[in-house]
């Protein structure tokens, strides 16, 4: 098969799928055409598929590694525009049975590119939090302006994905995460996105003090964090990207550990043994998503936390101990995330490394 055949292929069936529930979305267009380009598709080719999509049928690739490359790419298409509808969920499962690709493996897939999804929605919605407050009294600064780009730097974001929060933030809101530590640190950026400049304009205060409402804390509480920042103005315009990007980290490793679906006890008696002999061998799964996830949280609380201060190394068996009995790890990673934002100064690189060098990273400060 030609190449040029090949991809028609895989276009075709990502039409198939994307107008499976009888209409293709904006999201999922905009995702198409960009296929197409990168397929370097001819434009008529393109709209022939585009057009005749609901009357298309899948094409089934004969190599299992390119069976499980067009599952990957069907996927992407149908989260595209943030919703799984049933048609479509049933659609893609025809293609996988088609390709004799069990169902518990497309859901695995399915659940794995959701996560990521949420990832990225997560991270764009603290950066059009930032832009919102900014841009709220019509002017951003040279400061602000400065403090954006490396947020949306540490956060990762594309070009693509920073110009659309510029382009819409007029009709966007102030965006409130789910998790109570989440909510106080969105405030912390928010604030100080703020005073980055020097200056506080009465929309920006507003707005501030509004949010803050919603989360459920008040005007003191605004303002004791914008007196706090403005004490170390000079620290975070030098650096308050690190600020921003620990903490996420923090929180984008809190969420995955906290949705493993391993007993708290059993973790955190694991945890304890470690600690306590200084082995670290212990595996929670066959998984190795999951270990990295297991030894990145067990590195926040081991090496980083103790490399801060000194004086939790002491208290860590008896927090696990509290862990343990009350079966939670909240109180653990609130102390955790205090730490960090009390006495932490150099970026949190744990992210970029693999499960061995965690565990190499976590053995080596211990000997």
């Not at 604030?191 to 020097?198: A, F, K, Q, R, T």
């Not at 493993?260 to 006890?265: F, G, N």
């Not at 955190?268 to 670290?280: P, R, S």
């Amino acid at each position: 098969m030609s190449e040029l055949k090949r991809n028609l292929a895989t276009f075709q069936n990502l039409c198939v799928i994307a107008s499976v529930d009888g209409e293709i979305s904006d999201g999922e267009m905009t995702l198409l055409a960009d296929t197409a380009l990168s397929l370097n598709l001819p434009p008529s080719e393109f709209w022939a598929k585009i057009l005749r999509a609901p009357y298309l049928d899948f094409i089934i690739p004969n190599g299992l590694e390119e069976r499980l490359r067009e599952l990957r790419m069907v996927i992407l298409m149908m989260i595209s525009d943030g919703n799984i509808s049933d048609t479509e969920y049933k659609g893609c499962q025809v293609f996988a049975r088609k390709m004799k690709i069990a169902d518990e493996y497309l859901d695995e897939i399915i659940s794995f590119y959701r996560n990521k999804q949420d990832e990225r929605l997560k991270k764009m919605a603290i950066y059009s939090n930032l832009y919102i407050i900014a841009a709220v009294d019509g002017d951003i600064s040279d400061d602000e302006e400065h403090f954006l780009s490396n947020a949306a730097q540490s956060l990762g974001l594309s070009e693509a994905e920073v110009a659309h929060i510029h382009h819409n933030y007029q009709n966007m809101e102030l965006v409130v995460p789910e998790g109570e530590e989440e909510r106080y640190y969105a405030l912390r950026n928010i604030v100080l996105m703020m005073v980055i400049d020097g200056e506080i304009e009465s929309s920006e205060y507003k707005q501030c003090v509004d949010y803050a409402a919603i989360i459920g804390l008040n005007k003191k509480d605004v303002d004791e964090i914008i007196t706090e920042y403005r004490d170390k103005s000079d620290a975070y315009r030098q650096a308050p990207e690190e600020e921003v990007e620990n903490i996420d980290i923090y929180l984008d490793i809190y969420n995955t550990f906290n949705a493993l679906k391993i007993p708290v006890e059993q973790l955190a008696e694991n945890m304890l043994d470690m600690f306590e002999t200084k082995v670290f061998t212990y595996m929670p799964s066959s998984d190795d998503t999951i270990n990295k996830t297991f030894y990145d949280f067990l590195w926040l609380l081991s090496v980083r936390a103790v490399s801060l201060d000194k004086a939790i190394s002491d208290q860590i068996p008896q927090k696990l101990r509290q862990v343990i009995e009350v079966g939670n790890f909240q109180q653990l990673q609130s102390d955790l995330l205090d730490i960090e934002q009390q006495k932490g100064e150099t970026a949190i690189m744990i992210h970029q490394v693999s499960l061995a060098e965690v565990i190499a990273s976590i053995s080596e400060y211990y000997l």
